[in-house]
């Protein structure tokens, strides 16, 4: 890891006059940790999004039970603390009709061969 850690962040900023600062590094660990989320969800056809969803549930529902009581508190203060993510949606339809065109194209050969190989 190259950078300070987000708890280390918010720790140290909390020494500093300034009392926006351990918002700051709390806003900037959540936007990062979303960013690499959202990532790896859109390696997923958007039909499997409800599993991948669950999946995600599932592991910081485990992860956060690994936790004491206090990074406990502070996962429900971030959550509490979150009152919104920005998910550029035209970006995710363009990437799902860009996947899809992609799918036919490789159906299209697929069948493609089929036929060549059957006629």
């Given at each position: 890891?190259?950078?300070?850690?987000?708890?280390?962040?918010?720790?140290?900023?909390?020494?500093?006059?300034?009392?926006?600062?351990?918002?700051?590094?709390?806003?900037?660990?959540?936007?990062?940790?979303?960013?690499?989320?959202?990532?790896?969800?859109?390696?997923?056809?958007?039909?499997?999004?409800?599993?991948?969803?669950a999946a995600m549930k599932v592991v910081a529902e485990t992860m956060k039970n690994t936790l004491t009581?206090?990074?406990?508190?502070?996962?429900?203060?971030?959550?509490?603390?979150?009152?919104?993510?920005?998910?550029?949606?035209?970006?995710?339809?363009?990437?799902?009709?860009?996947?899809?065109?992609?799918?036919?194209?490789?159906?299209?050969?697929?069948?493609?061969?089929?036929?060549?190989?059957?006629?």
């Open positions: 890891m190259n950078r300070m850690q987000y708890t280390v962040r918010k720790l140290l900023s909390r020494l500093e006059a300034n009392r926006e600062a351990p918002n700051k590094a709390m806003e900037e660990s959540i936007t990062s940790a979303t960013g690499n989320i959202l990532k790896v969800a859109r390696m997923y056809d958007e039909l499997d999004l409800p599993f991948v969803i009581e206090s990074g406990k508190d502070l996962v429900d203060f971030a959550v509490e603390s979150t009152t919104c993510i920005a998910v550029n949606v035209s970006e995710i339809e363009r990437r799902s009709k860009s996947e899809q065109k992609r799918r036919d194209n490789e159906e299209k050969k697929s069948e493609d061969k089929k036929c060549d190989e059957e006629c």
